[in-house]
């Protein structure tokens, strides 16, 4: 069962990914295309194109980006879901917030999560598994850097 916390973020991340949708074409001169409902996002990812978005509210104030990897509803669950850079239909993984985003290629961050280097910082939370590096680091990874 979800949470009353986990369905705020679930929206502030519907709106977010709507926000990069909506920007996308003016930023890159495509369209994205949103995927809506549970099952369709396991079968796309967030979009049909093959993109996971995902919101960090915390990068400007860290100045990490938090990478996910897992995740739960509720916190009372035992299991955690894969999620994040280990949806199986994606092949890019964008995250940021209203001033800026990155794409990564999944492969690229799950060899960085596999591979567990010195500059990444494992975390995990009640709801969420995944891990963080600075911002230095995921521009020289990411495929694109976007700055509104």
């Known amino acids: 069962m979800e949470t009353k916390l986990h369905r705020k973020r679930r929206e502030q991340g519907e709106k977010y990914e709507q926000w990069v949708v909506e ?3 003016e930023v890159y001169g495509k369209t994205l295309t949103r995927v809506i409902g549970k099952q369709n996002q396991y079968a ?3 979009t049909v194109e093959g993109v996971e978005i995902k919101n ?3 990068m400007a104030e860290t100045g990490n980006v938090y990478i ?3 995740e739960k509803a509720n916190p009372a669950n ?7 850079i280990n949806c199986q239909a994606c092949k890019w993984y964008l995250v940021g917030d209203m001033a800026e985003w990155f794409i990564f290629e999944k492969d ?3 060899r960085v999560d596999m591979n567990n280097p010195e500059w990444i910082k494992r ?3 009640p709801t969420s598994k995944g891990f963080v590096m600075k911002k230095k680091w ?3 990874l990411a495929v694109k850097h976007y700055v509104t």
């Open 23 to 25: 920007k996308w074409p």
């Open 44 to 46: 796309y990812g967030d």
């Open 56 to 58: 960090d509210k915390r």
């Open 68 to 70: 996910e990897t897992h």
């Open 78 to 84: 035992v299991q955690y879901v894969e999620s994040g």
């Open 108 to 110: 690229i961050l799950r």
């Open 123 to 125: 975390v995990q939370t």
């Open 138 to 140: 995921a521009q020289g």
